[in-house]
């Protein structure tokens, strides 16, 4: 059969999960599924798809009207990316602690960034994004809130997970939470056609706001009314914003949830790297967080166990973060003792002047 697809947006989903071999616990089956094989390098590609295609269909996006979300990056990405294939303008919002490579994807891809101050946090920048479109008509896609953000990981993750797996086949999931989409779209398929399979929520360790007991309140149009009392800042760019969306919300108040976790900052950028090196994947802070999670499970899964972790995002996305604070520009002492360690091309030496060739006007005269 043909591979040829019809647009870029035809390329969304199907991603592929893969074997952990080194870093899994003996006796026990580790997956990672790679999000970042998406088109533009991220889970919210689904997301950004879904929720457009949902306002085609019931008319509440106009041909032409210019759409407008609060985004940490990928969601704006994803939206940038199909936006421009379908032909709407796009205007983000982004705190402006996120890091700057994916404001530059989105502008690169047509976007408009509006920066709102980073002590506003994730709320700031979804209030700032609700006065635009108030202000100026536009609309607003509503990723927190939107149903349609549900339903697609429904329609397309949770159904490669079956695929993959079978009925039953899976023992753990493992997942963080940003709008919840991901978390209640697969979990509610899985509860009803693999109900053996146990639903691991993963949160950051300062930001642990499920585990806390504590309420989130919201408001009548579903969106959170106000920070939830247990965030605190963290690294993991898009894992836990600084409230329990309404989505996320439904997968605790319908009991999807089997058991919840919580993850250091330091712990998701080592278990990025490790992947990295051992594995030869390639992921984000927010991965990172994940399969450290994962990694928690299979420590006292019994033997035999399968257990799948989802990975959002490539790492690409975290070039200016302190995933590669420690990653050198120039050539460390290790790999300049390898330069010096032959006698060809050097850069500890400087090169002999060339001799210069015999211009044609010189070489026709001496003829």
């Known amino acids: 059969m043909s591979q040829i697809k019809s647009s870029i947006l035809d390329t969304i989903g199907n991603t592929p999960v893969v074997k952990i071999n080194k870093l899994a ?76 490579e994916r404001r530059k994807l989105m502008r690169f891809l047509g976007a408009k960034v509006v920066l709102t101050p980073a002590a506003q946090k994730g709320s700031g920048m979804v209030s700032k994004a609700r006065e635009l479109a108030k202000e100026h008509g536009w609309f607003m896609s509503r990723q927190f809130e939107n149903p349609a953000n549900v339903e697609i990981h429904s329609r397309t993750t949770a159904r490669e997970i079956l695929r993959d797996f079978g009925q039953d086949g899976l023992d753990f999931w493992v997942t963080g939470f940003g709008t919840g989409g991901t978390l209640t779209g697969v979990a509610r398929v899985l509860r009803k056609e693999s109900p053996a399979t146990r639903i691991v929520v993963a949160e950051p360790q300062t930001a642990a706001m499920m585990q806390s007991g504590q309420v989130q309140d919201f408001n009548v149009d579903g969106s959170a009314a106000e920070s939830h009392p247990a965030f605190n800042p963290h690294p993991m760019q898009g894992w836990s914003p600084d409230f329990i969306s309404d989505i996320a919300h439904q997968s605790m108040k319908n009991g999807f949830i089997d058991h919840t976790t919580s993850v250091a900052g330091p712990d998701a950028i080592s278990a990025a790297k490790e992947l990295a090196r051992e594995e030869g994947i390639f992921c984000g802070i927010s991965g990172g967080a994940t399969f450290a999670a994962a990694r928690q499970v299979a420590e006292t899964a019994p033997k035999g166990s399968k257990i799948l972790a989802m990975l959002p995002d490539t790492g690409e996305r975290y070039l200016s973060t302190p995933l590669f604070e420690d990653v050198a520009v120039e050539m460390t002492d290790e790999e300049l003792a390898l330069s010096e360690s032959t006698p060809g091309v050097r850069f500890d030496v400087p090169l002999p002047h060339p001799v210069a060739a015999p211009t044609l006007v010189a070489t026709l005269t001496a003829k």
């Open 25 to 100: 616990p003996e006796g026990v089956n580790l997956f990672v599924k790679l999000e970042a094989f998406n088109p533009m390098g991220s889970v919210k590609d689904r997301l950004a798809l879904g929720v457009i295609e949902a306002a085609e269909r019931d008319g509440s996006l106009r041909p032409g009207q210019t759409i407008v979300e609060a985004t940490s990056g990928n969601t704006g990405i994803g939206l940038a990316m199909v936006c421009a294939q379908k032909g709407y303008p796009l205007v983000v919002t982004m705190a402006d602690s996120f890091s700057v």
